[in-house]
Nanobody, 123 residues
């Protein structure tokens, strides 16, 4: 069982930046970020392959957020730039095990989940 721990959330003004980290206790293959805003369903944000060579973003964050990972530290990152109030949500990291497959936006295809970290963007 791999445990995931997110850090880096906080309160920031619109237009500001944050960097989220997700530390894994063991090896994973592709990983991703999801978020859940108050009163809304959890949604996909970004995903990255094990090598970091492939990434995929939701249209709503493309060009503003950047996903990366450092496998020597078993850690994934999400750089959030040009933040908007609508980015306010709890951000979750997720990871898949087993054989590397194509990147996916589907929650059901991720095996491990973190507890989440709150990001609040004020206007």
């Amino acid at each position: 069982q791999v445990q995931l721990v997110e850090t880096g959330g906080g309160l920031v003004q619109a237009g500001g930046s944050l960097r989220l980290s997700c530390a894994a206790s063991g090896r994973t293959v592709s990983m991703g970020w999801f978020r859940q805003a108050p009163g809304k369903e959890r949604e996909f944000v970004a995903a990255i392959s094990w090598s970091g060579g492939s990434t995929y973003y939701a249209d709503s964050v493309k060009g503003r957020f950047a996903i990366s990972r450092d496998n020597t530290k078993n850690t994934m990152y999400l750089q959030l730039n040009s933040l908007k109030p609508e980015d306010t949500a709890v951000y979750y990291c997720a990871a898949r095990r087993g054989v590397e497959l194509i990147l996916t936006t589907r929650e059901s295809e991720y095996d491990y989940w973190g507890q989440g970290t709150q990001v609040t963007v004020s206007s």
